[in-house]
């Protein structure tokens, strides 16, 4: 089945760590993004990337680094930096700039808790 | 800059009754979408619209994209319990290539 995969599902992070959520499609799409949304609130984008081997920061990039160096996987690091990680992280694909219809398909997230 | 705003933010209403979800955009655009989020989950996608008149229609709700007046509607068909999500409109721009912009989410409640 084509789709999107996040891995974990859960991730408990001790103050200071860096941790890194895993994303992974096979539906053949060239844009990924990484969103993040806390209790209540809309999705906020941290970074996306069009093409492999480039990205580009949203809204909210500070603490957080990504890589695109598969088409397939785009991981997304929470660094240290990052004061208040805590949070649902949905990861995003579409088909990209090349084609009118734009519509992401999302993961199924990974929850994120600070202990 | 490219804003979305959705309203109303929260709404509760009967089973039964009708109700519409707007969804207001600040620049031009020929593509918007529909998503459905239940608590805890991911989104889900309902209805693409790409074209000004578009309408689409899913068991009870029907979108609908005016792109003159930049406005589209969600609207809600005698309201059952199992509709009860947060919904969301996001908004595609040629100049952001194939990024997506979302509105706030507008959290439907629906009692028996």
């Known amino acids: 089945d084509g789709g999107i995969t996040q891995s974990p599902k859960y991730l408990f992070r001790k103050e200071g760590q860096n941790v890194t959520l895993s994303c992974e499609q096979n539906?053949?799409?060239?844009?990924m993004y990484w969103y993040r949304q806390d209790p209540g609130q809309g999705l906020r984008l941290i970074y996306y990337s069009q093409i492999v081997n480039d990205f580009q920061k949203g809204d909210i990039a500070e603490g957080y680094s990504v890589s695109r160096e598969k088409k397939e996987s785009f991981p997304l690091t929470v660094t240290s930096a990052q004061k208040n990680p805590t949070a649902f992280y949905l990861c995003?694909?579409?088909?990209?700039?090349?084609?009118?219809?734009?519509?992401?398909?999302f993961g199924q997230g990974t929850r994120l808790t600070v202990v | 800059e490219l804003k979305v705003e959705q309203n109303p933010l929260f709404l509760s209403m009967q089973e039964g009754k009708n109700y519409t979800i707007y969804c207001n955009y600040s620049?031009?655009?020929?593509?918007l979408y529909w998503y459905r989020q239940d608590p805890g989950k991911s989104l889900e996608s309902l209805f693409v619209l790409l074209s000004n008149g578009a309408v689409k229609q899913e068991g009870r709700l029907m979108a609908s994209l005016d792109t003159k007046a930049r406005l589209s509607t969600l609207h809600i068909t005698a309201a059952v319990h199992d509709l009860s999500a947060t919904y969301f409109c996001a908004v595609g721009q040629e100049t952001s290539g194939s990024r997506l912009t979302f509105g706030e989410g507008t959290q439907l409640t629906v009692n028996p």
């Open positions: 539906l053949n799409h060239d844009a």
């Open positions: 995003a694909s579409s088909a990209g700039t090349g084609t009118w219809n734009t519509e992401a398909f």
């Open positions: 620049t031009t655009s020929d593509r």
